[in-house]
């Protein structure tokens, strides 16, 4: 039996738990960072939900913060997070339930809510080698803007990608 899969904005008090056991390293420092943004306005996070426990996530930015842990902020970090722009920042799913719509399903959410609050165009960062990834927004209609080695891994060649909403 296929389970279904919705998709809301987070409830910290109910997702932290699930959500750390799925992430590593710098993503548990993005979910500890992220709550004072979401409360602020800064930011908003969608949490694919199966059967009440949270089985992905997808983390927007809406305004640039210092308390954010960029490390360190280049001018496109900045410009993706101001004006018409929202910067996605990171997106997972849990790997059982990789390639099944889950991914397509938190972008679609995250389009639609950064849309509504006024952004034209949503940004994101991935590496070159992501290939599911780049399947993933290929097929959802973002476009390639450019590759750089951003200052955060300045040895890992990485997609910019754009969205326009």
């Not at 983390?59 to 018409?84: C, E, I, K, L, M």
Request: net charge neutral; proline share 4%.
């Amino acid at each position: 039996m296929k389970s279904t899969i919705t998709v809301r904005p987070i409830d910290f008090a109910r997702d932290k738990a699930p959500l750390i056991s799925m992430l590593v390293g710098r993503d548990r420092l993005r979910l500890e960072h992220s709550e004072g943004a979401c409360k602020d306005g800064d930011a908003f996070i969608f949490v694919a939900d199966e059967g009440g426990t949270a089985v992905g996530w997808a983390v927007v930015h809406t305004n640039f913060r210092d308390d954010q842990d960029w490390s360190p902020p280049d001018d496109d970090t900045r410009a993706f997070q101001q004006g018409d722009n929202a910067y996605l920042e990171h997106i997972e799913v849990t790997a059982r339930l990789r390639s099944n719509g889950v991914g397509r399903l938190l972008l679609e959410a995250a389009q639609a809510e950064a849309k509504h609050l006024g952004k034209k165009y949503l940004w994101l960062h991935t590496a070159e080698n992501n290939v599911k990834a780049h399947a993933l927004f290929d097929r959802e209609g973002w476009e390639v803007e450019r590759t750089v080695y951003p200052p955060w891994k300045p040895t890992s060649r990485t997609r910019v990608y754009k969205k326009v909403l």
